[in-house]
């Protein structure tokens, strides 16, 4: 297998240093895309705002996270063989650590063509990092040292077209989900020992049956990929959290539903948004919604609490929606962006960004980056007219979401992972 390859030449020392800001999980520390504290530059190129580049020898979708000026990226081999983890240095591209943390004999096939085995992104923390791998397996390990401190991998779902949700921590809490097409639970780690404190099956009755009563493509209508996202609301936290055919809302810290809503698809990858108490959760496959839910509410809400509903083509499949300041931003895979009132679900405007887009954006509250699949970044100005401030291009497109480090953006393509800096 290859190393990790410093591609020479892009270094750019400006002697500003990189600050040892946390980006801590999948769409950062408000589970959300919220960029705050930030100065991210708002043009680049191969050549211009490039602090480094190495190359990475595994393919993984996972977004980086960055804690101490470190940063952690997973990969695995092509068939699913062999996970490994990688730290790289925020401020010079240099490899800390290169490590193999399982292996499989036999994996199951993907059958999936924008899934990988190495999609789940990390959870870091001071100290300590968590890589995730779905059912193949889960590891806390020393950020100073590289050592393994444990590991888990007996937490077991048949994914069937690969893992794809990302671990959420929570207080003492590592949280992971398991929606397969075998089974359907939640779970909740002690972060520092790895035993489980809670387990939360689905319980869902799914409507996939065929006239045998035999769930329908293996059960492929019952799994699902979506990150939980933590929401707090009158001092309450909940983690709200999309399964196949149903929006589920858990008390983070004991696993207990609080509430949910049933729907008619399947498959979510979508991860939901909130703002002032409202959920904002795309239902999944066939046909998806968009719902805006009243997180109040307890047990059964679907006829009661569901506030304002949007269907049609360009509800997104993959890329998670923003909220800023009473507007929901949702961009759908086939590159149509549209800016919603969060109160009424009206469309205030739509526009094509042009290409797909698998990868979330992110935002700083002014302005808002979307990662294309050619390498084509959009830079858009929030608010309720459509203003593009930069369009940046690299060479190899973008699977997995970008994370932020102080003023500096973490970007991994398909085949690289870029330092970009403004000078």
């Known amino acids: 297998m290859k190393r990790l390859i410093l591609v020479a030449g892009l270094i750019v020392m400006n002697g500003t240093g990189i600050a040892g800001d946390s980006w801590p999980c999948f769409r950062g520390p408000t589970s959300d895309g919220t960029v705050t504290d930030s100065k991210m530059p708002l043009t680049w190129s191969e050549t211009n705002n490039v602090r480094w580049k190495i190359a990475l020898p595994l393919a993984g979708w996972s977004t980086p996270v960055s804690q101490d000026n470190q940063i952690w990226v997973t990969g695995a081999t092509e068939k699913g063989n062999n996970f490994f983890a ?12 290169e490590k193999q943390l399982f292996t499989c004999a036999t994996p199951e096939p993907l059958m999936n063509a924008v899934n990988g085995y190495a999609s789940p992104s990390g959870a870091i923390e001071k100290g300590r990092v968590y890589l995730h791998f779905g059912s193949y397996g889960t590891a806390c ?61 689905r319980n869902i009755k799914f409507n996939d049956l065929n006239e045998k009563g035999e769930p329908k493509g293996e059960g492929d209508f019952r799994k699902g990929f979506a990150t939980p996202h933590i929401m707090t609301f009158n001092g309450k936290d909940q983690l709200i959290s999309p399964a196949s055919t149903t929006i589920i809302s858990l008390d983070p810290e004991t696993g207990k539903e609080l509430w949910r809503v049933r729907s008619k698809t399947h498959t979510p990858a979508v991860s939901a948004v909130s703002e002032n108490g409202i959920v904002f959760a795309v239902t999944g496959h066939g046909p998806a919604e968009m719902l805006a839910i009243n997180s109040v509410g307890r047990g059964d809400i679907t006829d009661t609490h569901v506030l304002w509903r949007m269907g049609g083509k360009d509800i997104p499949v993959t890329p998670s929606p923003v909220v800023i300041k009473g507007l929901l931003y949702m961009l759908a895979d086939h590159g149509i962006l549209n800016c919603l009132d969060v109160t009424t679900g009206k469309v205030i405007w739509r526009e094509s960004l042009g290409g797909n887009f698998i990868a979330s954006p992110i935002h700083d509250g002014e302005k808002i980056y979307f990662f294309s699949l050619s390498g084509k970044t959009l830079v858009l100005r929030a608010g309720r007219t459509f203003e593009k401030l930069a369009e940046n291009r690299l060479d190899v497109g973008f699977m997995a979401s970008p994370a932020v480090s102080g003023n500096t953006l973490i970007l991994r393509t398909k085949t690289h992972l870029y330092a970009i800096e403004a000078k």
């Open 86 to 97: 990688y730290c790289v240095a925020l401020e010079t591209g240099k490899v800390l650590f």
């Open 141 to 201: 390990l020393d950020t100073g040292t590289g050592e393994v401190l444990w590991k888990r991998d007996d937490l077991k779902c048949r994914h069937f077209r690969g893992p794809g949700s990302s671990p959420i921590l929570y207080k003492n809490l590592l949280i992971l989900t398991f929606d397969g097409i075998d089974q359907q639970y939640v779970v909740a780690l002690d972060k520092l020992t790895g035993k489980t404190v809670w387990k939360s099956d």
